[in-house]
């Protein structure tokens, strides 16, 4: 007989005692399959799922918090720290969202390397997303080549930025560095990489593979109005038959001037979301494509002309003393954006990640809200387990490629 | 004199602010897009005020009226989103809470914000009916800013423990945490008497006991284990192995000049 004390409590399963015979379980937070720190408590009747409940908050650090304590650019690496697959989207639509507010725009040469960041982030992000939704249903040898493929990736990001995960290669007004030597040679080698690898490998291993659809197939269907109705953003949203991807719709950076398509499925089932990852991908090559001749014709300027709230050139902060005043004033106080509020949505790789930011004219923000894809995602797993067996909870949690560092922040 | 600290907001503030400095605003525009004037056509009394900020339509309601605002947004006007909720802390201003509701429009790709003003203490009518998306939203206003929901299905912390006291997002709550959260975990495993004998956290990663013989504070003094050493120390000098260019051993080295 086990003793419940303060350090291990002894939990009776009460329910499994009783006529009707349900069993919980814990699911997490420490199963390998609950990407992160998800906790499900799941109701069983046999197999079946009665009853989900979603538990989250083991990787709560209060970035909102932080970020009324911290000025616009200090909080900037934070924001690395929320969905730590593809920061540079994190740092992107936090930037987005201050310069929003500032009324400044980012000039054009870094718009292009703005843009090739996101979209190799996104390659990165479902790159990740493939290989541990392979892993979790049970197909080891996708995981290693799609990790393969990522490495690549995250060594153009390292070449760019010198990180691998938390990239902060985005600054509010710009970027902070110019492309490095061979970096267009490098992606357009990695462009034609994926492309052949999606068709050859990922593709070729997965998609007309019996047991991949077997698994797959007509699991976690979720309808259009419930997609709508539960907050589901992204290629979960998509995935259910309605085209909108806010690229397209409310355009952003360069994607307005970008020749590229947005994939709908009308399956609603996980396998329908896959295979819109995969096209999602040829599509995210087929920008960075199109922005490595652009990049050429674009001027030298990196960070937008805004004295006020950005500072200049290194060049100008060593020779001129102006610049060097702003520079110094920016440092120790912090920019002042005026008062207002925005809310800007961007499409990150997991959905709809917006930043919605209340300014009150100080250096700190008054309020940020982080709108993360996974938070609402994860929500809706209390209505799509109901009712399906043990078995394809693991698929579906993969299915909803949920985060935990911005389903927590 | 000390500097006056306003206890109603402990979050980070700049510690210069000009005088003469006036912050600039964002400029409201009025309704002209057609869409957008339909929209405040369509809700008619119960718009108290309505601008457009960014690109975004931003209607002010009262907040008894909510839901029957989000529910015209949503089955006349075709606002079959609820992106986000949240609160937002003027306590020490105006002591109340501004709530925001960010809907959007899937087939006109427009975006809606809805404000609402409530005082402190009073409750807002739950949304979950009308968007599940609210459901964790909800939650999380309630467990950041302790914003009480009628109606929420499931209304619980979310993000904090159960059993934690205070929310974390009000001005008042500091970024460090209270004295609740520094002896959280110590009052939860071991309990309260336990405080004195396990001590406050350490946060400073870099702090060295001096009297500590037990976790290699001690290098270069090593004395036995566990011993108690808080009376007095015996000195002992460190020997350096010899080198061949430098001498370490040598004391005379560096003296300071007499003057000083």
Redesign the interface.
């Known amino acids: 007989m086990q003793v419940a004390n303060k350090l291990s409590p002894f939990f009776e399963n009460l329910n499994f005692e009783r006529d009707d015979n349900t069993m919980v379980i814990n699911f997490g937070p420490q199963h390998p399959s609950a990407h992160g720190q998800l906790r499900l408590v799941l109701e069983l009747d046999g197999e079946q799922v009665v009853k989900a409940y979603p538990d989250i908050g083991y990787l709560h650090r209060g970035i909102e918090k932080m970020a009324e304590n911290m000025t616009y650019n200090e909080f900037l690496p934070t924001t690395d720290r929320l969905d730590y697959i593809a920061s540079t989207s994190n740092n992107y639509a936090y930037a987005l969202a201050v310069e929003k507010l500032l009324g400044i725009e980012a000039p054009r040469r870094a718009q292009v390397i703005r843009t090739m960041l996101l979209e190799l982030n996104r390659v990165i992000s479902h790159l990740f997303f493939l290989a541990t939704h392979a892993l979790d249903v049970g197909a080891m040898s996708v995981f290693l080549y799609a990790f393969r493929e990522r490495e690549f990736a995250m060594d153009l990001m390292e070449d760019y930025c010198g990180a691998r995960l938390t990239h902060s290669a985005v600054r509010i007004g710009g970027v902070p560095l110019d492309l490095p030597a061979n970096w267009l040679e490098n992606l357009a080698v990695f462009c034609d990489k994926v492309e052949y690898e999606l068709e050859h490998t990922y593709e070729a291993l997965l998609t007309e593979n019996r047991i991949w659809k077997m698994r797959l197939e007509d699991v976690g269907v979720i309808s259009a109005e419930d997609a709508l109705n539960w907050g589901c953003t992204g290629v979960m949203l998509r995935g259910s038959g309605v085209k909108y991807d806010i690229r397209k719709e409310e355009p952003y950076e360069l994607y307005a001037e970008l020749d590229f398509d947005v994939p709908v499925s009308q399956r609603c089932d996980s396998y329908g979301r896959y295979r819109l990852y995969m096209e999602e991908m040829k599509q995210s090559v087929r920008i960075m494509r199109q922005l490595i001749p652009m990049y050429a014709q674009t001027q030298p300027q990196l960070m937008a002309h805004a004295p006020q709230y950005i500072s200049a050139t290194k060049e100008d902060i060593m020779t001129q003393n102006y610049a060097l005043m702003q520079h110094f004033v920016l440092v120790t106080q912090g920019m002042r954006p005026p008062k207002g509020e925005v809310y800007v949505p961007t499409e990150s790789p997991k959905g709809e990640l917006g930043f919605y930011i209340k300014s009150e004219g100080e250096p700190y923000a008054y309020r940020l809200k982080c709108r993360a894809p996974s938070f609402f995602h994860t929500g809706l797993l209390q209505k799509l387990l109901v009712g399906t067996y043990i078995a394809d909870v693991v698929t579906i949690i993969g299915t909803t490629n949920i985060v935990f560092g911005e389903v927590d922040r | 004199m000390r500097k006056y600290v306003p206890k109603d907001n402990v979050?980070?503030?700049?510690?210069?602010t000009d005088r003469f400095?006036v912050?600039?605003?964002?400029p409201r525009e009025e309704v002209r897009d057609t869409h957008f004037t339909g929209v405040v056509a369509t809700l008619g009394v119960l718009v108290k005020e309505a601008h457009v900020?960014?690109g975004?339509l931003?209607v002010h309601i009262e907040a008894r009226d909510n839901v029957a605002v989000i529910k015209v947004l949503k089955e006349t006007c075709g606002y079959?989103?609820?992106?986000?909720q949240?609160a937002?802390?003027y306590l020490a201003k105006d002591g109340e809470f501004e709530l925001?509701y960010?809907l959007l429009n899937?087939n006109e790709?427009k975006?809606v914000?809805v404000l609402c003003r409530i005082k402190k203490g009073e409750a807002i009518e739950s949304i979950v009916p009308l968007?599940?998306?609210a459901?964790?939203?909800e939650r999380?206003m309630f467990d950041?800013f302790g914003i009480k929901v009628n109606n929420h299905p499931f209304l619980k912390?979310?993000?904090?423990?159960d059993d934690w006291e205070g929310h974390?997002?009000l001005k008042t709550?500091p970024?460090q945490g209270d004295e609740f959260a520094s002896w959280y975990e110590v009052d939860?495993?071991?309990?309260k008497e336990y405080r004195d004998i396990i001590g406050p956290e350490n946060r400073d990663p870099a702090k060295v006991d001096r009297h500590d013989t037990k976790r290699f504070a001690r290098i270069g003094y090593e004395v036995p284990f566990g011993v108690d050493n808080t009376a007095g120390e015996t000195q002992k000098e460190i020997e350096y192995s010899e080198t061949l260019l430098v001498n370490y051993n040598k004391k005379e080295s560096k003296t300071l000049d007499k003057r000083r």
């Open positions: 979050q980070g503030k700049s510690y210069y400095w912050a600039p605003r964002v900020e960014l975004q931003i079959t989103q609820c992106s986000e949240s937002v802390d925001f960010q899937v790709a975006r914000r968007f599940n998306s459901n964790f939203a999380e950041m912390r979310i993000l904090m423990p974390p997002l709550y970024l939860k495993i071991f309990g």
